[in-house]
């Protein structure tokens, strides 16, 4: 009466192989997922599959007896059992398990308040849209962040060797709007990961916070946002220590594999470089303002527009240090869909106005960033920093001249109130 499980993974499996197609016979049926298609081999219908260079087949057997008995046959030649059976096996093993990882619908987990529950999460199906793809971002650094995650998840053996937990950090800081929680979810939706969001401030205490690690299962991502402010609020009833041990205390090892931790902020210069340090943050990614890149990405995603020609003066704007969030930048673009001319106008218009100031705050908090970077790079530590702002010292130092010269054309001023370099960060803009 048992559910023999080697079955439904063979089923899944031969659905996926391309040599499914040369069937004579094969059932469609839509998946889970908008616009899937799902092919199952029809009964008594054979199925070539080649492993390590060997033919093997599989029949789809199916009885006519009362209980309608289903099996899968599989003809492997006899000299060559020995060789591929277990290994072959054990590849269907993996391949469908990706396959169903890849296929289950993903859950959003909150965190209640605990007094009297012994079950601390509650769960909602994940229908968050985003994706790698709709997010405006640097494609290095995002292809980047796609191979880090690909390489983490066949790493398994490489942790468990140094005798470290399964698991992998991420920093993700910057402005309001830039894409932080979005980013969080195309991970989940890239992964096929459940997310368990935590709130902080329905945490009761230390030990409650443990039970929450505890709770959560494996391939799944263990969301904080805000990590920054909550660390500012004096009344937090989790302490800081309470915090360390769960970004990377013993209690990690103890818990279900295979999970990324995220932690959003807005800013990271306040926060105790232990919070930050290699092992707790493996991965530090900057989210910055909208610069003209990202622009091109949001009018294509948002506009259907790949150039336009007000794309130069946009361009201008981006180039004198003016910025805006992509938030900001997409609420305009919707509102103005039916149009992309005016969408545009009003993104230059936006610029114009409020955007120059948000600019140079901007360029100021990159600069400051770096230098709290450096201390961290300089103690030789492996973390990753996967972040433009680096490279792109120059850049910010020239839009910074931009805007001065912007600034000063609009005020009429001297360029001898340029201050000097060492002071940059806090130039009178
Ligand atoms: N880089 C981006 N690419 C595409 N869309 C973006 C980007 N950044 C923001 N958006 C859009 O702006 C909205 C807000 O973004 P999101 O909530 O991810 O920002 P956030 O950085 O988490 O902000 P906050 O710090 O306030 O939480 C989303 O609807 C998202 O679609
Ligand atoms: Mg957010």
Redesign the pocket.
């Known amino acids: 009466m048992q559910t023999n499980h080697l079955y439904r993974k063979v089923s899944i499996y031969l659905s996926s192989i391309a040599s499914i197609e040369d069937s004579d016979f094969i059932n469609l049926f839509t998946g889970k997922k908008t616009h899937d298609i799902v092919l199952h081999l029809d009964p008594n219908q054979v199925v070539d599959d080649y492993f390590i260079g060997t033919r093997v087949s599989w029949i789809n057997e199916e009885k006519n007896d009362t209980n309608r008995c289903r099996t899968f046959v599989l003809k492997i030649r006899r000299a060559d059992k020995r060789k591929i059976l277990r290994p072959y096996l054990q590849h269907i093993h993996i391949t469908s398990d990706e396959l169903e990882q890849k296929k289950k619908d993903v859950k959003l987990y909150i965190n209640i308040d605990s007094h009297e529950q012994s079950r601390q999460w509650r769960s909602v199906p994940f229908k968050h849209p985003?994706t790698f793809d709709?997010?405006?971002?640097e494609s290095d650094l995002k292809n980047k962040l796609k191979s880090d995650l690909e390489s983490f998840l066949k790493a398994k053996h490489y942790y468990h060797r140094l005798g470290r937990a399964w698991k992998r950090s991420y920093l993700?800081y910057?402005?309001?709007?830039?894409?932080?929680?979005?980013?969080v979810?195309a991970i989940a939706n890239f992964l096929g990961y459940d997310v368990y969001d935590i709130d902080l401030s329905r945490v009761l205490d230390d030990s409650d916070m443990k039970m929450l690690l505890l709770q959560t299962t494996s391939k799944s991502v263990i969301l904080i946002?805000?990590l920054d402010r909550f660390l500012m609020d004096k009344s937090a009833k989790v302490s800081l220590s309470g915090i360390l041990n769960f970004m990377d205390g013993v209690l990690n090892a103890c818990c279900a594999d295979e999970r990324i931790m995220v932690y959003?902020m807005?800013c990271k210069e306040h926060v105790d470089p232990a919070v930050l340090r290699p092992g707790r943050i493996d991965v530090h990614i900057h989210?910055p303002l909208?610069d003209f890149s990202?622009f091109k990405?949001?009018a294509n995603?948002y506009l259907g527009v790949k150039d336009h020609k007000l794309f130069p003066q946009v361009e201008e704007f981006f180039q004198t240090g003016a910025s805006l969030?992509?938030?900001e930048i997409?609420?305009l673009m919707i509102a103005n869909r039916n149009s992309p001319s005016r969408a545009l106008k009003s993104v230059i218009t936006a610029l114009q106005t409020d955007g120059d100031g948000r600019g140079s705050l901007n360029i100021r908090r990159q600069w400051t960033d770096n230098s709290s970077r450096k201390s961290t790079e300089d103690s030789g530590e492996q973390s990753g920093f996967f972040s433009k702002e680096g490279v792109n010292a120059m850049k910010d130092i020239r839009k910074l001249y931009g805007l001065l010269r912007l600034k000063s054309r609009k005020k009429s001023e001297s360029f001898d109130r340029t201050p000097d370099s060492k002071d940059g960060q806090s130039c009178g803009l």
């Open positions: 985003s709709t997010i405006a971002m993700l910057g402005p309001s709007g830039t894409g932080k929680s979005s980013f979810a946002e805000d959003t807005n989210f909208c990202a990405t949001l995603n969030s992509p938030a997409g609420e």
